[in-house]
């Protein structure tokens, strides 16, 4: 088994372009590094990584509708105190979006484990216009790392002062266009 692991965050439970490419990921990193799944106990999501044998070890978030400022500020909290105990084996913590970026920021100041940001969105969720000026204030300590589905997501991250543009890298699949795969769940 390998002795450096990535931390996968993303938190939602159904299947759509973004997951169905986590999953992807996950299991081509497969005898690379320990893969562990921060996310939902259950879903077609969780049922897909599953499915694909993606992650060797689970970082369970409540997934629950009810309470989901203080649900966020939990979860948030749990990534930070394991990336704090595992930041020594932590190859990466990567946020499968915005909301996870948001969820995995305060571990990335916290603990210096390099953060990779896979940009999808088409508009800025709610923890990121609520907490934007405290990130631009805390990115400056944290090895962020930006892919972007699309040069729609990379101005997402940029008009919100996030990173410059050309911080951004936009990532296809190859036969794509132009636009990208702009994908949200």
Known sequence: MPDRAVLFVSVPTGVGGSTRSLANLMSYLH???????????????VELVDDRHGAEQRLPLISSRNLRPLRRAWSAVRI???VMRNRGRLAAVHANGLKEFSL?????VLSRVPLVVWVHNFRLPPSVRILGGLWRLLLP??????????????????DAG????????IVRAIGTSDAGMDLEE
Do not use: E, H, K, N
């Open 80 to 82: 930070a105190a394991f």
């Open 162 to 169: 996030l990173a410059r543009p050309a911080d951004v890298a």
């Open 141 to 158: 300590l944290c090895d962020v790392r930006w892919a972007a589905v699309s040069p729609l997501a990379r101005g997402l991250v940029a």
């Open 104 to 108: 995995a920021m305060p571990a990335a």
């Open 31 to 45: 005898g690379d590094a320990v893969r562990i799944l921060a996310g939902p106990a259950q879903g077609r999501f």
